[in-house]
């Protein structure tokens, strides 16, 4: 059973790295949770940049009749059919398709030549909805990427910083287009604007251009770590107001943690320590990157790292478990999810371990770690859930710590019901993962058998017997034949436990 576990235990950590920042995933919400907060700052972006249309009102105008102006020698023709398409497109990035039709894109190539500023910014502030909208809408514009290239090196900061959002959103999911331009020097560019003296909106938005293009399959690490930028982001942390640049530093650096090649320059440089101040941030979207970059120096092969965060410096370690009570108590939704993943890295460890951080817990912190994420269980939703679960499961590994836990639980009942939940989970993974635990649970404490039944779990496993997924229905089978065949006598209650 040992044996079993341990491969399970392994599962359990692929399953909660799949839904962070390492991209584990396609294109879902496991892929990067960051991204809804891009979307929302891309949104306050776009409202920034763009001009406003309240001081003249644009119609609707055809896609065909705006294409046939834009081949005027009218510049002022060209200019107003240009913001028509603008106002349309800005509505609905999917209208982009209809101007398709009529070649769209060979006319704004010609035009984004043209020597006139406003005609650039205007093309570029189009571009710029599209980059907004649909992966495959994305792919409809990455022939402007010289352009837009050259655009960084205008002298007008208004044109730079839309080139930089547009490269922003693109290279996140456009693979090839990123590497192209990285290929061409792009990264050098982006580095060379990390300037805050000069222009902070400039900065932030190189910045978040950076940390996108760490997104994906084979990220340019080496390449941007070449340039320095960790000397950048440490200046970044210089600046005592928290703001944007705060939260796009974060976000690189958790990128980059995503290997354990770089931790060494960030514990030499001291950067951990100004790392784990926002943790208690005010603004929990420079809270979340933060704690990403603990959990994967927890999460490393290499225990030196593990220890670095949590035995070598004990105000460091409580100050990390502090911040995990604040947020279950104060029961900021937001963070639960995240904070459940940082407590799967701390018990990602021995025995020995792990019972001396429930041990600290208890001292230091007044509270019973395991029981907190055993509520989370009992009466969250299913992804704050399914997180508190992986977690309680890394913990419970060792039969020292279960037994010890389950000996002791006064809510074992509510419990069993949110674990067994779970197992109508659409991740396979997360229904094995239940199924070990009550195979732990049963093998260790056969006389809850009864306690299993009443909770729904025998009528659980018996839906999975019905499930497409083989492995899934074999594994059901074993535990209702192990533990509720014809040995299983109901009369040997859980009472007497």
Sequence with gaps: MKNRFERRKKLYKKTSEKSQILEKRNVTLKQIRKSKKDRNLLKRRIEMISESNKDEEYLTVPPDMIVKDLASENIDLIKKSLKHMKFTISQNPESFYDFQKFDIINTLLVLIDSENLEVKLEIALILLHVSSGTYKLKQTILDFGSHLVS??????????EISLIIFANLSGECLNFRNQLVENGILE?????????ISFDLCCSSAFAISNFLKGEDPPFRQIVELN???????FFQIEKESEIHYHALWILSYLTSVDEYFNII?????????????????????????????NFLYSPDTKYYDYIINENLERALFIFTNIIGVLNAKEDKLIKEICWLCSAIFNSKEEQILKIIDIFEKKCQTNILEQLSKIVI???????????????????WDSVFINFIN???????LLLGLFSLLNSSDPDIAHMIMDFLELL?????????????????????????????????????IIDEFFGENYDPEFSDEEY
């Excluded at 260790?444 to 058998?449: D, E, G, N, R, Y």
């Excluded at 009443?454 to 659980?460: L, R, V």
């Design 151 to 160: 655009f960084l090196n205008s002298k007008d900061f208004k044109l730079q």
């Design 189 to 197: 560019i982006l580095i060379g604007l990390l300037e805050p003296n």
């Design 229 to 235: 930028i960790f000397e950048k982001l440490d200046n």
């Design 267 to 295: 514990i030499d440089s001291n950067l951990m320590d100004k790392i784990l101040l926002f943790l208690k941030s005010n603004l929990i979207d420079l809270r979340i990157p933060a704690i990403r970059i603990i959990a």
């Design 379 to 397: 009466n969250a939703h299913y992804d704050l859930k399914k997180e508190a679960a992986i977690a309680l499961m890394n913990a419970w590994e």
């Design 408 to 414: 002791n639980y006064k809510n074992l009942t509510d």
């Design 442 to 478: 049963l093998n260790c404490f056969p006389k809850l058998a009864v306690l299993v039944e009443n909770c729904d779990g025998i009528s659980m496993l018996e839906k999975l017997r019905n499930h497409p997924n083989k492995s899934l229905f074999q594994r059901a089978d074993e």
